[in-house]
């Protein structure tokens, strides 16, 4: 797996949370924790995620739906008029 170095801005507080993990062994480096506990918190968002990825779909398939009906109309429309 490949990775892209990343700045990032932190708050203190929290800077001072990750250097004592990393003070007590549970990580070996600021950057084994960061990206540990990055990971982690995306798998907390898969959630939402996982709504949006159904609300993209719903779109289209919201989209298409109401298109064809459109069509359809304009079709008939057309038809009752003999213009089509």
Excluded at 24 to 50: C, H, P, Q, V, Y
Aim: avoid cysteine.
């Amino acid at each position: 797996m490949t990775t892209d170095v990343v700045p990032l801005r932190i708050d203190k507080i929290t800077l001072n949370k990750v250097d004592k993990m990393v003070e007590s062994g549970m990580f070996k480096s600021r950057n084994e924790a960061l990206s540990t506990i990055l990971k982690a918190g995306i798998n907390n968002f898969n959630f939402w995620t996982d709504i949006i990825d159904m609300s993209n779909s719903y779109d289209e398939y919201y989209d298409n739906k109401v298109s064809s009906r459109l069509h359809n109309a304009l079709n008939k429309f057309l038809a009752e008029r003999e213009r089509f």
